[in-house]
């Protein structure tokens, strides 16, 4: 059994992805699959355009054995807590030999130098970040301002333009993320990377082969994904999505939370704005003025932001905030390493060996039916059922906004996982 | 001078309202007169079909000479400390002589009787009303069981016939409360009552002379009120209504908040909602049980509500809930006297001579612009602060139901009051 790893959001599922996924299963010459997968919300700051049973659905169809849940406490923070929350889920599986990830640059090496520096954190590096942050910058740029800094005084092998490359990139900077959680964690999955083709990761324009994420989601959010997009996605994809637009239960966006965020913005204090996350430097008393300039969330999140504090960084507060998501309680998660559960969303035949595999060598508990962990009646008994209450209730919040009133209702999480049988 | 005080929420106010103002004024013999009114959200637990600055201007157009707004702390709230805070606003004027409300008995004397009793609350009678809660019933129905038995039981001479009809009919009970404040706050101020007439509190049938607001207010949400209304409510009125339509602030109603309220029930825990006043005996569990059954604020309270916890009641609470008004701020202000300002919503040339009258003889700060005496942007430094501080908020909430975006912006108790110059 050779397992390879992948951690997505298949938001929703592309030619990208499909790419993504036959090179890596080609380069680590695995024969089982698992992806880690975020839920209803994703590390933009955004609702899944998508639920995350019909993601699993699309994951399945593309041949993944195995579909385990990130949890909300880990999906929707920084690249770092992301890929802290992830890489730790693909540890205790206790299967996992390699993580495939994608990467503009598309070679390990040079992510391995510049990860383990990162991973290490000498304190050197760390005096560089404040000072850059001192300037204003936002915290991506602080650290890639400091780590080129950092690197040319020192005797490391690369120049100051290939070490800008690497930590200017999206997905190169996500996969540094991956490197330092593995090796901080001491991992024993190896990381590899592929480089990722086709369609930038911002990219509108839907005309080139592979689309972005991105645009997909524009074009179903315009609602006339039907004259263009069959040819841009998978079918299985076009067919799921179809399938949820004709139950009312898509496409979601941020859009549909407008009311709600804005309603708790105005009920809620600078003080209990300062408890979430990310919430430093006064951005409480700057978020709650502009809670009281604009009925719009769109305009609020562009009232808000700053060089320093990017709209990402925002949306996820605001979401986070949405969710009840207290930084006390995400930090309890950080502090007892990470995910508290193996949650399955689905997995085929294949998939059904990896459960068993994992059941026997993996060091958290295996949720295939969130009743057998936590009654939804009690109060959390432990840390497990907090992280699961947690996740509940990012569901019934998301259920929310679905336009068939009748999929509103709570509880979605007390459905057993999707089994595909070949 | 002479000066009647009247406590309304008109909401919207109707050939009822005029028909007694009119009365009042005739019976008080008055010169001047002082209206106490709800702002933006009633009692029945729902927010006002139109803001209180329309409603402000429909009092004056009646010819009410200064109106007063009960703080939200106070509006929203069980009959009890509705009255309770409505007349302390009186007493605290220093100026009002006497407090005119109607009722279904249209005498004072029986009022008076039972009144006083309610004030006193002998142990005996205490007991009673436990015994009748015990067996289920809603706090009103126990407390008239309990009443009629404790005054059979004594030599006073009313029949438990005359003592049911005082405390079966709604505006009679409200006056027992009006009268229960008055003998509780030693007040100098006299009660007198009219007898209502018209329409029932509550009826639908838009045909009587009088209709009451529950009719108007169905037949604004239905849109359709330029075909009957506009004979059934005076010329102002219809005017200011027809101003908000057009201006996309009105109708509000519960409906406005479904999301909104249906967001934050699912956000927050049930130790949460046991802070809010009138969730008792487990309430919270029915609350939340029911946040998951349904996507709709309509079906949830249906969902909720027992004989013994009351549609108005429930209402009361997902409001208070939306408002962030937690028991324990409510019950601090309730213990320091109750309202801790005299807010000024609007005021006519005789309303300016009772304003001078109220610096010479009240007793609580006068607010004509609230920038004078709170900033936003600071957190709250008094309890008069903290009262003013619910009142922007609940307005800030108010203000998301609006159709028109622009409307939405927060603030807007900043704004002057409303003066009619004659």
């Known amino acids: 059994m050779k397992v390879a790893g ?45 639920n995350k049973w019909s993601r699993t659905e699309m994951a399945l169809n593309a041949g993944i054995d195995l579909i385990l849940e990130l949890p909300v406490t880990y999906a929707l923070r920084s690249a770092e807590y992301f890929a802290y929350g992830a890489v730790q889920l693909l540890n205790k599986t206790g299967v996992v030999d390699q993580l495939v990830f994608g990467s503009e640059i598309g070679e390990i090496n040079p992510l391995l130098t510049v990860g383990k520096i990162l991973a290490e954190e000498p304190a ?26 950092y690197i040319t005084q020192t005797n490391i092998n690369l120049t100051p333009t290939e070490i ?41 324009n839907i005309e080139t082969e592979i689309v972005s ?32 637009l004709n139950q009312g239960k898509a496409p979601i966006s941020l859009q549909n939370f407008n009311l709600a965020v804005l309603s708790i913005l105005r009920r809620t204090s600078k003080t209990e704005l300062a408890e979430f996350e990310d919430v430093t430097a006064g951005l409480e008393n700057r978020i709650k003025d502009a809670a009281l300039k604009t009925g719009s969330l769109l305009e609020l999140i562009n009232l808000i932001k700053t060089k320093r ?34 949650r399955v969303l689905g997995f085929n035949q294949q998939g059904r060996k990896l459960l068993s595999a994992i059941s026997d060598k993996g060091s958290l508990p295996l949720i295939n039916r969130i009743a057998s962990h936590y009654q939804s009646s009690y109060p959390p008994q ?28 709570g509880g979605q999480d007390y459905r057993k996982p999707i089994i595909l049988e070949n």
Chains 1, 2 share one sequence.
């Open 124 to 149: 050197e590096l760390s005096n560089l970040i404040q000072t850059e942050l001192k300037k204003g910058l936002s915290f991506p740029e602080a650290r890639a301002k400091a780590v080129v800094n």
């Open 164 to 204: 800008q490359e690497i930590i200017g990139n999206p997905n190169n900077i996500l996969g540094l993320e991956y490197i330092k959680a593995l090796s901080r964690s001491k991992s024993s999955i190896q990381p590899l990377t592929i480089q990722r083709r086709g369609a930038d990761y911002y990219q509108q």
């Open 213 to 244: 994420a991105t645009a997909i989601r524009n074009r179903i959010l315009s609602e006339d994904m039907n004259y263009n997009l069959t040819t841009k996605i998978p079918t299985y994809t076009n067919r799921i999505i179809k399938e949820e």
């Open 382 to 409: 432990s840390l497990k059922e907090e992280m699961l209450a947690a996740e509940i209730r990012a569901t019934d919040l998301y259920s929310l906004a679905y336009d068939n009133e009748e999929y509103r209702r």
């Open 309 to 342: 504090f990017t709209q990402t960084r925002i949306q996820r507060i605001l979401l986070q905030l949405l969710l009840n998501l207290k930084q006390k309680d995400l930090h309890k998660f950080d502090n007892a390493g990470g995910p508290q559960y193996l």
């Open 6 to 50: 992948v951690i997505t959001e298949y938001n929703p599922f592309h030619y990208g992805h499909k790419y993504h996924l036959e090179k890596s299963l080609k380069l680590t010459e695995a024969n089982y699959s698992i992806c880690v997968m975020s839920g209803n919300f994703v590390q933009r700051g955004e609702p899944a355009i998508t």
